[in-house]
């Protein structure tokens, strides 16, 4: 009977073992589990971080491109306005020009009436005072004063004079 009893012992302790070896890996298998779902979330928060990292480099480099974006614009706006400025002051400049035939350096001798029948062949008021109207700023208010080495501008003849 003893040999009896020893093969049960040996049956019901081998089912016993059995059964730890399952609990053991029964709760192998939930650590494991645990464990990946723990690694999971880390690689969910760390692919999270990522994006929103992405996210703030792609906006920060859409704000860097519409500055930049913006300064060139300004500068072409700028340059477009310089030239308009220096395309009108050599218009100006031009039309000036077309103003005037020709300088003349006023000496001692000189008078209005002298330098107009000089340029129009006339001494006449309304040639003197032309020449005087266009050179006031140089002369000032008395135009039977003009000083040698006055330079003054030949005015163009109007119509009405020719």
Known sequence: MADKKGIFDNLFGKKDAKDKVEEVVEAAKDKVEEAAKSVKEEAK?????????ALIAAENAKRVADA???????????????ARKLANQAAAKQEEAAKYIDTYTVTADDTLSHIALRFYGKATPPYYTLIYEANKDVIGANMNVIVPGQILQIPVLPEELK
């Open 45 to 53: 928060e760390v692919v999270d971080k990522a994006k929103d990292e």
């Open 68 to 82: 930049a974006r913006m300064k060139a614009e300004t500068e072409a706006r700028k340059a477009e306005y310089e």
